[in-house]
């Protein structure tokens, strides 16, 4: 798969306004129009789930190979990949009856689930894309007017990254929102890699980096 590159940024550390930024976004509600296809597409999804399954999320799925593996490793649910692009997802490997595909926007799909009253067991982060420049910390997932609906819908969440500076972000976001979360150095052999993008890092050396919480939610699934 070829060597991959670490993230690199001018940044030292954690970003100065992050703080400031989740702070005001966490009081706030973000009232962006939903994309047209959004809602449809969330429907049908909806309409396909096992109501008396736990939920696990693998958010930004690319092709789907993460969401096949967390398929087998969650046997007893439902288990949704969500990617925006179209193109990764049709290279989607062969999936368990537990997993299912959509294409969505994330930021929409999370508030849609939100708004529906999901409630989610896990929530997976698998190596979002690490915007490494300071000026692009508010398209990082923690730092996004989306985060108070992403924490919304519960759950375990975890994040794996390779830029240190990410993990480091995301779990101060946490510690603001009131969720305890640590940053976790995983050793990691190949086969044991999640998504295709761990194992291209693992196999280049790079050191994964892991946040955990458990979100406290009250809202549940509706039946």
């Given at each position: ?183 976790e150095l995983l050793s990691l052999p190949v086969h044991e890699a999640v998504s295709l993008f761990e194992r291209k890092y693992v196999e ?20």
């Amino acid at each position: 798969m070829g060597v991959s590159s670490i993230p690199v940024s001018s940044q030292d550390g954690v970003h100065p306004r992050l703080a400031e930024i989740v702070n005001r976004h966490l009081a706030s509600t973000w009232r962006r129009p939903l994309r047209a296809c959004s809602r449809p597409a969330f429907e049908r999804l909806a309409a396909e789930l096992r109501a008396d399954r736990p939920l696990v999320l693998d958010s930004g799925c690319g092709t789907g190979w993460s969401t096949a593996r967390l398929a087998v490793a969650h046997p007893d649910c439902e288990v949704v990949g969500v990617d925006r692009s179209l193109v990764r997802l049709r290279r989607h490997p062969a999936l368990p009856p537990n997993a299912h595909l959509l294409r969505a926007d994330l930021a929409d799909f999370w508030r849609l689930a939100r708004a529906a009253g999901w409630r989610v067991g896990h929530h997976y982060l698998l190596h979002p894309n690490p915007w490494p420049k300071p000026a692009q910390l508010q398209r990082r997932w923690h730092a996004h007017p989306v985060w108070p609906d992403l924490l919304a819908l519960g759950g375990v969440l975890e994040l794996r990254t390779n830029f240190e500076i990410y993990a480091a972000e995301f779990a101060l976001a946490l510690e603001l929102a009131g969720f305890a979360a640590d940053v976790e150095l995983l050793s990691l052999p190949v086969h044991e890699a999640v998504s295709l993008f761990e194992r291209k890092y693992v196999e280049s050396g790079h050191d994964i980096f892991r946040v955990r919480a458990r979100l406290v939610c009250t809202q549940q699934r509706p039946m």
